[in-house]
């Protein structure tokens, strides 16, 4: 444990943002605590009014985004699925999702938390700012184990943030991009959008940053888990290239036992990951619209 401890110090440390690039206040070692943020009564009128309503669907939340905005520049902090967060919601799909629609991927997370225990270990795989693992860190306990897999430095503190604000301790965080190799990778952002941003497969633009690589069973045995309960990956595109690796290469006794991968931007693979975990004995037991869900029989 001491050595993933190392790891992780070492790897909060290598992300470097690009050129002309700035945190957020909530990335700052001296943010205000959570709760600074709170909606004022205008904001949470807007908030309220989307989620008892069709407002909360994904084609009006950009509009409500800009209103809550006008109302208070900046963050709001909200409880989502029993954990405390700061939703960025101006530039992240994700953050304006679970901020103003109390289902969201409501459906992927019942399916996880059936399938991982009280006490149970879950890793996710691309974390964002931890909408999965945090809801995941609640439903095991602290006597489980969340381990939230984060390149972008500025996901990455946000991530950490709301771990903090949370008081998750059970809670490990890697700053590195889950890979096929151990190294480093280049990942690109996408400004409208900080959760969108992936790793560059072609030609790099000036949004694009370095950051580590370690492939997913190193950062697991690194944390000294044995046993897998249910994983989560969306990596918008390099699923596949963390995956089929992992599944060559790991024992048995490490294949989560049930898994949520993000199939929205599959005409990237270079492999068919889903195939290749039906092949190794899983099955497809539902199906979303961004997501595939896998049972190992």
Known sequence: MRSFRKLQEGLLTTSTLPP?????????????PFGAFAPNAAQQ????????????????????????????????DVQYQGASF???????ATERGALFNPDYNLEELDFLRKHTPAGGVFVDVGANVGTYAMALARHVGRNGKIIAIEPHPITHARLAFN???????????????????DGELMIETDGDNLGASHIVSGERTGNAIKVPSLRLQ?????????????LKI??????????????????????PNAVVIEHLSQNEWLDDCIADMRARGYAETGRTRSNTLLVKQ
């Open 234 to 255: 969306d990596v918008e595109g390099y699923e596949d290239r963390v995956l089929t690796g992992f599944f060559k290469e790991a024992p048995p006794s490490l294949w």
């Open 45 to 76: 009128a807007v908030i309220s009014l989307a989620q008892r309503s069709r407002l909360k669907r994904g084609a009006f939340r950009p509009m409500l985004s800009r209103l809550v905005n006008l109302l208070r520049a900046g963050p709001v």
């Open 218 to 230: 190193r950062i697991l045995g690194d944390a000294d888990v044995t046993h897998l309960d249910a």
């Open 20 to 32: 002309g690039n700035t945190t957020t206040a909530a990335n700052d070692l001296a943010a205000p």
């Open 86 to 92: 700061r939703f960025y919601h101006q530039a992240s």
């Open 163 to 181: 771990r903090a604000a949370s008081d998750f301790a059970h809670v490990v965080l890697v700053a590195a991009a889950a890979g096929p190799s």
